[in-house]
């Protein structure tokens, strides 16, 4: 069994790998004071220290319901579980707390190639739920919901799946090609994922980080008509090594200064814009943890599948917003659909015992 450690400074599920499966439920508040909220966040934090750590739930007896849905058997394994909250926007005006919402924390902005379904988008809170298995992650979900009933309901949902590394290095997208390959190193997380104590941002926050998701769906009946050498120059990568089409290997670093016309990776190619890799853009990098989605077809017969785009980040504008405006013509967006998604800011971790979620805010 696996046990990734609860406790600490952050919250787990940020700068852990990717786990092989991943639940973004997005939930609304049925509670609105501060105090109702903090019984909430404790509510939250004893489950998910049971559900990470694992243990044998007691037996109430056969008049009583059970204390767990049972769906892992009598023991409940950690089984590589990690349980990230995090609050949105509209978490502070709920609770009338609106001076200690986040600095950048606002609905999420809709950007040019945008097909949002307002009932995928946005909810007072955030939880990602990943785990080495798919029964762990819904054992989690259930029991949360469960114990959290009462306090907040389900808004939206969407299940993600990583795929195992073929032949190896980055797991691969619904595109075909390895995604994940370049990611801040953990020694720069001070400076480009943790909000820093001052900083603009309410004391409370530091430690925490803004956290975007994406719902976006690949067209991938056209994309898989598109030849290799098109979709690779829409990207910038090789799709059966990764390496960028500047190099020979997944781990080659591009470097765009010896190819000022594109002639290698094209100018308007995803990971160029995405990162231009020049100074002035160095501090608009951020941590990608994406996953794939299915959701089997739509009315139309069309295969419904896609990225859950999820990223971590210090400052929201400065990141993610700037990244995505670099992006928002690029050729890939002929082949890709917005769908759903919003802004949270991931809670500082629980540092131990006795410490909850959000302590510091509630
Ligand atoms: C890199 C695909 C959306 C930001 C990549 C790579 C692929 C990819 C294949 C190269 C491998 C890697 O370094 O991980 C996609 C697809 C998307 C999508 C299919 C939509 C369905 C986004 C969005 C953003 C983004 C919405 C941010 C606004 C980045 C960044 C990199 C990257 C920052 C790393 C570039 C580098 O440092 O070289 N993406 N991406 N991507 N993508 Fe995306």
């Known amino acids: 069994d696996r046990v990734i450690?609860?406790?600490?400074?952050?919250?787990?599920?940020i700068l852990t790998p990717r786990q092989a499966a991943a639940a973004f439920v997005a939930f609304d508040l049925t509670v609105s004071t501060p105090a109702e909220a903090a019984d909430l966040m404790r509510a939250l934090t004893g489950r998910v220290r049971f559900l990470t750590t694992g243990g044998t739930p007691p037996n109430l007896g056969i008049s009583a319901p059970p204390s767990d849905s049972g769906l892992l058997g009598p023991d409940v394994p950690a089984g590589g579980l990690t349980a990230t909250v995090g609050v949105g926007s509209t978490f502070f005006d709920v609770l009338g707390i609106p001076r200690q919402r986040p600095a950048k924390l606002r609905p999420m902005d809709t950007f040019a190639n945008d097909d949002l379904d307002p009932v995928r988008c946005g909810g007072d809170l955030v939880l990602q739920l990943c785990a080495d298995s798919r029964d762990v992650v819904l054992h989690a979900l259930r029991d949360l919901a469960r114990h959290t009933r009462g306090a907040m309901q389900v808004r939206w949902r969407i299940d993600g799946f990583d795929s195992p590394s073929r032949p190896a290095g980055a797991s691969?997208?619904?595109?075909?090609?390895?995604?994940g390959i370049v990611n801040p190193a953990a020694s720069e997380s001070d400076k480009l994922i943790w909000v820093q104590s001052g900083a603009g941002e309410p004391a409370w926050a530091t430690g925490g980080s803004y956290h975007v998701l994406r719902v976006i769906r690949m067209l991938v009946e056209f994309w898989d008509r598109v030849t290799i050498s098109e979709q690779e120059r829409m990207?910038?990568?090789r799709r059966d090594s990764g390496a960028p089409l500047s190099g020979s290997r997944e781990t080659d670093v591009p470097d765009y200064t010896d190819d000022p016309k594109g002639s290698a990776v094209p100018l308007d190619a995803h990971i160029r814009l995405a990162?231009?890799?020049?100074?002035?853009?160095?501090?608009?990098?951020?941590?990608?943890?994406?996953?794939?989605?299915?959701?089997?077809?739509?009315v139309d017969g069309n295969l419904d599948m896609g990225l859950v785009f999820n990223a971590f980040q210090q400052d929201l504008d400065r990141q993610f917003v700037a990244v995505q405006k670099r992006l928002d013509d690029e050729p890939l967006v002929d082949y890709i659909s917005p769908v759903g998604g919003g802004y949270f800011f991931s809670l500082p971790g629980v540092r131990d015992r006795s410490d909850w979620y959000a302590r510091a805010l509630l």
């Not at 691969?172 to 995604?179: P, V």
Request: net charge positive; no cysteine.
């Open 172 to 179: 691969r997208n619904l595109l075909g090609f390895k995604d």
């Open 5 to 13: 450690p609860f406790h600490g400074e952050h919250q787990a599920g």
């Open 235 to 237: 990207i910038g990568r």
């Open 275 to 298: 990162n231009p890799r020049t100074h002035a853009t160095d501090a608009s990098r951020m941590l990608r943890r994406g996953y794939n989605y299915d959701l089997g077809t739509d």
